[in-house]
């Protein structure tokens, strides 16, 4: 387990690296043939959706169980918004929004020293989808250097086309995005883990060819 675990840190810290090495590439602008980039970009949007809304929902989902009432209030209503949105920039504005404001919470509760007395009084079924949840970040976690590998190559093939630039502009702010909480996300991950193994439920070993969904979140009843 522990050769695992190294393995997953190791894995996000040359991922992180790697992100700050080509930040300056996204201001827009580097050299390149400036050849037709549709296709990685397609590719980049369509992994960069999964990932946000895999994380988005995990985080949801363990604010809205181990919360306070407050914070459970809170989740509901991210979950309700986020599945009557149709309009897919902002569906993205939303999870954005939801994975900053809420990657610190679930952290945090998740780490507190009252987590596994609250995850015990959990139902069978909350504290399933509570490792359901920390499992998807760390597949989405495993699976952001690839993702990050494509921005740098979508980015670098910009040149001067104006076409290009313009469909690049939903990888920047992916990149963006997963650059910033990248470096958070080793803490929540090892932190559940643990905690679920403490409460005797598997949550299984994240890995980046691990399948994972984005599920619906569920509450505690009031």
Same mark, same amino acid.
């Given at each position: 387990m522990k &050769? @695992? *675990? +190294?393995?997953?840190?190791?894995?996000? +810290? *040359?991922?992180?690296s790697a992100h700050a090495q080509f930040g300056g590439m996204l201001g827009g602008g580097g050299g390149g043939g400036g050849g037709d980039i549709s296709a990685k =970009?397609? &590719?980049? #949007? @369509?992994?960069a959706i999964f990932l946000r809304e895999v994380v988005t929902f995990a985080l949801v989902q363990i604010v809205g169980a181990l919360g306070d009432k407050t914070q459970i209030?809170?989740?509901k209503e991210q979950a309700a918004n986020l599945a009557k949105t149709t309009n897919t920039k902002e569906a993205e504005n939303l999870q954005g929004t =939801? %994975? @900053?404001s809420e990657l610190s919470n679930a952290t945090a509760l998740l780490s507190d020293s009252n987590a596994k007395e609250k995850m015990e009084k959990l139902s069978p079924e909350l504290q399933k989808k509570?490792?359901?949840s920390i499992f998807a970040v760390g597949v989405a976690a495993l699976k952001l250097p690839g993702t990050l590998d494509t921005g740098k190559? %979508?980015?670098? +093939?910009?040149?001067? #086309?104006?076409m290009n630039i313009t469909k690049a502009l939903p990888v920047k702010d992916g990149l963006a995005l997963f650059g910033e909480v990248l470096p958070k996300?080793?803490? *929540?991950? &090892?932190t559940g *883990? @643990?905690?679920?193994r403490d409460v005797k439920v598997d949550p299984g070993n994240p890995s980046a060819t691990a399948t994972v969904e984005k599920g619906t979140p569920t509450f505690p009843a009031d």
């Open positions: &050769s @695992k *675990l +190294g393995a997953f840190f190791l894995t996000l +810290g *040359l991922s992180v =970009v397609e &590719s980049f #949007n @369509k992994e209030a809170a989740a =939801v %994975i @900053k509570v490792a359901q190559q %979508i980015m670098q +093939g910009v040149g001067s #086309n104006p996300l080793p803490t *929540l991950v &090892s *883990l @643990k905690l679920m």
